[in-house]
T-cell receptor, first 112, second 114 residues
Framework: SQQGEEDPQALSIQEGENATMNCSYK?????LQWYRQNSGRGLVHLIL?????REKHSGRLRVTLDTSKKSSSLLITASRAADTASYFC????????????FGKGITLSVRP | DAGVTQSPTHLIKTRGQQVTLRCSPK?????VSWYQQALGQGPQFIFQ???????QRGNFPDRFSGHQFPNYSSELNVNALLLGDSALYLC?????????????FGEGSRLTVL
């Protein structure tokens, strides 16, 4: 079963705009991660936030975590056409190196 | 630095057949996890191997089995294939004992069952 639920399911923006994607989950977590997938290929890890962290930055990425609401958001600033991909949030409930439970993903299209 | 490699990249089977997928983890990694991704869905955890043993298993039937070799590479076997087994099968590697849970994924093996 899917743990995470991302929204929106699809997002289309203009190059240079910011993209905000949200993820909600159901059970207590250890970490929450975001991954990107280009056209049905392998997933690429973007950023990880621990359950005791509230915000984290990596380059043009900003992720927030609200454990009281069981939700997270991923912000991509100054988007580029190359950011076009599917984005997934994934949670692990039992500690590092335990199984990840993924959401259904968000399809982001960035128009040049 | 070699990343995660999977083979074959694509394959077509018919119902009832058996398939074996292979994975070599990223250099230095000792843990291999397998995920199934149906079209339009997120990856679903199948199982994880560490020290040549299955350590965790998701909600998949016994038709799905695996193996890890002493060099940490791994195989996923699926018996008695069903149409619903058509999916992208992803292998991910990691290092046990790490404080993070970051996974490194291969490009996947796309299985079509006719």
């Amino acid at each position: 079963s899917q743990q995470g639920e991302e929204d929106p399911q699809a997002l289309s923006i203009q190059e240079g705009e910011n993209a905000t994607m949200n993820c909600s989950y159901k059970t207590s977590i250890n970490n929450l991660q975001w991954y990107r997938q280009n056209s049905g290929r392998g997933l690429v890890h973007l950023i990880l936030i621990r359950s005791n962290e509230r915000e984290k930055h990596s380059g043009r990425l900003r992720v927030t975590l609200d454990t009281s609401k069981k939700s997270s958001s991923l912000l991509i600033t100054a988007s580029r056409a190359a950011d076009t991909a599917s984005y997934f949030c994934a949670t692990d409930a039992y500690g590092a190196n335990s199984k990840l439970t993924f959401g259904k993903g968000i399809t982001l299209s960035v128009r040049p | 630095d070699a990343g995660v490699t999977q083979s074959p990249t694509h394959l077509i089977k018919t119902r009832g057949q058996q398939v074996t997928l292979r994975c070599s983890p990223k250099s230095g990694h000792d843990t291999v996890s397998w995920y199934q991704q149906a079209l339009g869905q997120g990856p679903q955890f199948i199982f994880q191997y560490y020290e040549e043993e299955e350590r965790q298993r998701g909600n998949f039937p016994d038709r799905f089995s695996g193996h890890q070799f002493p060099n940490y590479s791994s195989e996923l076997n699926v018996n008695a294939l069903l149409l619903g087994d058509s999916a992208l099968y992803l292998c991910a590697s990691s290092l046990a004992g790490t404080k993070t849970g970051e996974l490194f994924f291969g490009e996947g093996s796309r299985l079509t069952v006719l």
